[in-house]
Nanobody
Framework: VQLQASGGGLVQPGDSLKVSCVAS????????MGWFRQVPGKEREFVAA????????YYADSVKGRFTISKDNAKKTVYLQMNDLKTEDTAVYFC????????????????????WGQGTQVTVSS
């Protein structure tokens, strides 16, 4: 599976931004897509995830109410709509694909995902 993330950029606090991740090349097993983010010197942090079939969504507490994850199965694309962005949302955002089902408690664990995209930079600054 190849994942291509795009849509990052420089925005001001309070602005909105939508990033996308297109998946290709899968021949088997597709359970969920997730977004993680990372800043230099810190661990990769879970942001949100969505299952391909049921559309079940998961969010980190830090983004609940501000971010929305969605999917387009036909386009094999997952989106992350980010509203009311804060400076602490600045990070490289990575999309990830899980081939196999995982329990809800595992949605935020990077070990549940098998494939990773290259990341897209989101910078929130005034």
């Amino acid at each position: 599976v190849q994942l291509q993330a795009s849509g990052g950029g420089l925005v001001q606090p309070g602005d909105s931004l939508k990033v996308s991740c297109v998946a290709s090349g899968w021949n088997y097993g597709r359970y969920a897509m997730g977004w993680f983010r990372q800043v230099p010197g810190k661990e990769r942090e879970f942001v949100a995830a969505v299952t391909w079939s049921a559309g079940t969504t998961y969010y980190a507490d830090s983004v609940k109410g501000r971010f929305t994850i969605s999917k387009d199965n036909a386009k094999k694309t997952v989106y992350l709509q980010m509203n009311d962005l804060k400076t602490e949302d600045t990070a490289v955002y990575f999309c990830a694909h899980a081939n196999s089902p995982y329990p809800p408690a595992a949605a935020g664990s990077w070990t549940a995902y098998d494939h990773w995209g290259q990341g897209t930079q989101v910078t929130v600054s005034s």
